[in-house]
């Protein structure tokens, strides 16, 4: 069987994505599994175990210049690339127009069709167009995660049941990360170093300076060195202010996605606000808390159940993996107990490499 997964991002989406192809994986072990992903993402998917073939596109980039010359001839490169082969199924997993039309360009084999959602979720975008294009359109309950949405489209497409077992199938390298993320524990005496993953494309999913400062100072006093990663200028700058007068703190350099996967893969945990590193650290299977403004994570958080009224949020087997939720935004106290809630817990069971 030859599949074809259309999700073309953002790099949360993409990652909520990568366990449904771990259970086709499960349910059919001689499948071939391409993925059409926007090329920014592409370091990532490459990462995910049972891809057999990436195919990069920038429909992004490519939209603001439509009929200009370069853009005909990406498009002309990406259609040939996409046509190599032919599909057995082709499963849109995004639900816009977007991913609808690479769909339809896809090639099927004799008796291949296409899949797509046949309505939309609650919080998630979606568009008419995909279910124009598809040949089966697959209904899914409304209020549903995103990593569940994804698994219950490639399992009524494909014929399986979702297994109960969960893993993302997130490769690490562990021996391309950072050079300083080696033997720092072993060089410095710390227990290891937590990244803390404070950048965010909304400033309304963000967490207050001050409150990163004294997490910082909290978990040095811990013995636990803090990375700080960074993709723009405005990161950067916010990442200094974190570190400043911090006795062991790392500002790493702005990293290519699969070098920041390795060095991130090296980190004793993970915290940090909604955004896909946070969502890459629950991939890794790494201890994790996914700091909420809003009481969203029931949809792009780790697969929690509410187990407090305080908003903190971990499940059966899970809880070195929480989501904290408070308005107008967490305390640096309920962040930094559910922090120690993740040294204290087991691993959840599911990791990179199952």
């Known amino acids: 069987m030859k599949i074809l997964i259309v999700k073309l991002s953002s790099l949360g989406d993409v990652v909520h994505a990568m366990a449904a192809v771990q259970d086709i994986r499960r349910a059919y072990p001689a499948a071939q599994i391409d993925w059409v992903v926007e090329r920014n993402f592409a370091p990532l998917v490459r990462r995910c175990k049972g891809v057999r073939r990436v195919i990069g596109c ?4 490519w939209r603001k210049d439509m009929f200009s010359r370069e853009t005909r001839q990406a498009w002309s ?6 046509q190599q082969d032919t599909y057995d199924a082709v499963i849109d997993l995004q639900g816009l127009s977007k991913s609808a039309l690479v769909a ?47 698994r219950l489209l490639c399992a009524k497409a494909l014929g399986y049941t979702v297994p109960h077992e969960l893993s993302f199938g997130l490769l690490a390298q562990k021996n391309q990360a950072l050079p300083d993320m080696k033997n ?11 990244a803390l993953v404070h950048g965010t494309s909304r400033a309304d ?10 997490l910082a100072s909290r978990l040095n006093e811990a013995d636990f060195g803090i990375a700080l990663p960074q993709g723009s200028v405005a990161e950067e700058a916010f990442s200094r202010d974190v570190a400043s007068g911090m006795a062991h703190a790392q500002l790493w350099p702005r990293l290519p996605l699969d070098a920041l996967i390795d060095s991130m893969a090296c980190c004793a945990g993970v915290i940090g606000v909604d955004s896909g590193l ?19 994570a029931w949809r792009t958080g780790p697969l929690t159940e ?13 809880s070195h993996l929480v989501s904290v939720f408070a308005q107008p935004t967490p305390t640096v106290e309920a962040v930094w ?8 817990a087991p691993a959840s069971g599911f990791g990179p490499n199952d």
């Open 58 to 61: 920038e429909l992004r980039r």
């Open 104 to 150: 339809w360009f896809a090639q099927l084999a004799p008796n291949g069709q296409r899949f797509a959602m046949a309505n939309a979720t609650e919080g998630s975008s979606f568009e008419a167009p995909t279910r124009w294009v598809a040949d089966v359109q697959v209904t899914l309950p409304t209020h549903v995660h995103a990593v569940t949405r994804a």
């Open 77 to 82: 490169a990406f259609k040939t690339d996409l």
């Open 278 to 296: 946070s969502h890459i650290a629950v991939a890794l299977n790494l201890p994790h808390v996914q700091i909420y403004n809003f009481d969203t």
């Open 337 to 344: 107990q559910a922090w120690q809630g993740c040294q204290l």
């Open 184 to 194: 720092v524990a072993l060089r410095t005496g710390l227990k290891g170093v937590v």
């Open 205 to 214: 999913k963000s967490w207050p300076l001050r409150h990163w400062r004294t």
């Open 306 to 318: 509410v187990s407090a009224p305080t908003g903190v949020r971990s499940g059966p087997g899970q």
